[in-house]
């Protein structure tokens, strides 16, 4: 069964770091587009983050630019969410998710992790 399983959630106080995983169950994963997305309480879910399969290219949402970066390691089938500058508004879930093709919108993504909290205190 496919997998993405994040990881590297927690509580960390306004202007902290932290630095998200997730790891893919199976090499077929290298080839995707994979996407980091938020929802944070009452919220929709929203895109933050994605990387093309060969690292060529990545977009960020306006809110995240310029605090967070995507990565990715394919030999490892594993991307990071490096989140840096962390606000009191950055506090949400955060999900991973592969897609196909280059994407903005979570519908386009087919395969979700389970995702992980992120609590940012002021």
């Known amino acids: 069964q496919v997998q993405l399983v994040e990881s590297g959630g927690g509580l960390v106080q306004a202007g902290g770091s932290l630095r998200l995983s997730c790891a893919a169950s199976?090499?077929?994963?290298?080839?995707?587009?994979m996407g980091w997305f938020r929802q944070a309480p009452g919220k929709e879910r929203e895109f933050v983050a994605v990387i093309s399969w060969d690292e060529g290219s990545t977009s960020y949402a306006d809110s995240v630019k310029g605090r967070f970066t995507i990565s990715r390691n394919n030999a490892g089938i594993t991307v990071y969410l490096q989140m840096n500058s962390l606000k009191p508004e950055d506090t949400a879930v955060y999900y991973c998710?592969?897609?196909?093709?280059?994407?903005?919108?979570?519908?386009?993504?087919?395969?979700w992790g389970q995702g992980t909290q992120v609590t940012v205190s002021s």
């Open positions: 199976e090499r077929t994963f290298t080839t995707y587009y």
């Open positions: 998710a592969a897609s196909r093709s280059y994407a903005l919108r979570s519908h386009d993504y087919a395969y």
